[in-house]
């Protein structure tokens, strides 16, 4: 017995922090001495010890079938050399142990600001197709040890994901 697999688009939106308040923060460079306000990451990193490092992935591509989701900690992610990069998420739903399919949504990002996503934040990527990317990555020291919940949409629904963007 065969079980056929679908493959979903998810057409990415270019990010804006209207867009993606429901999953974290956009962070755009500011003027230095600028005061702490409502446009700076609020980070929750007092659960560790917080792990700054550059993430290097190789030829992502845009399709995915896993999303991973952080309870006790917030995450920043942003790419060096400017380059433009695409992530797919969904909503915090700390009931449930698997993201809802029809909130998940995908986002363009540009290479010039970070992305600060909320604790239990599902996401998946960074994609791209360049060959290599560099990523600033801020979460804790253990994350990807203690704090790492991720669920198998090929396991659960037989499905796939493609992220499709516009340029």
Known sequence: MSTSQ???QLQAEWITPERFQCY???????????NFDAEDAKLNLRNGTPRFYIMRLKKRGR???KIT???????????????????????????????L??????????????????????H?????????????????ADTNVVDHFTHDFLQSHQLKFEIVSSS
């Not at 974290?24 to 600028?34: C, L, N, R, T, Y």
């Not at 399919?101 to 599902?122: D, H």
């Not at 990527?125 to 804790?140: I, K, M, Q, T």
Request: overall charge negative.
């Open 63 to 65: 399709k995915f079938h």
């Open 69 to 99: 989701r952080h309870l006790q900690c917030t995450q920043c992610l942003g790419s060096l050399a400017g380059k433009d990069w695409l992530i797919a998420v969904c909503p915090p739903d700390n009931n449930s142990s698997e993201p």
């Open 101 to 122: 399919l029809a909130e998940i949504a995908a986002f363009r990002i540009p290479g010039n600001c970070f992305i600060k996503l909320n604790e239990g934040t599902w």
């Open 24 to 34: 974290g923060q956009v962070i755009f460079a500011s003027e230095d001495g600028k």
């Open 6 to 8: 679908t493959v979903q």
């Open 124 to 140: 998946a990527g960074p994609y791209f197709e360049h060959e290599v990317v560099d990523f600033y990555n801020l979460e804790l």
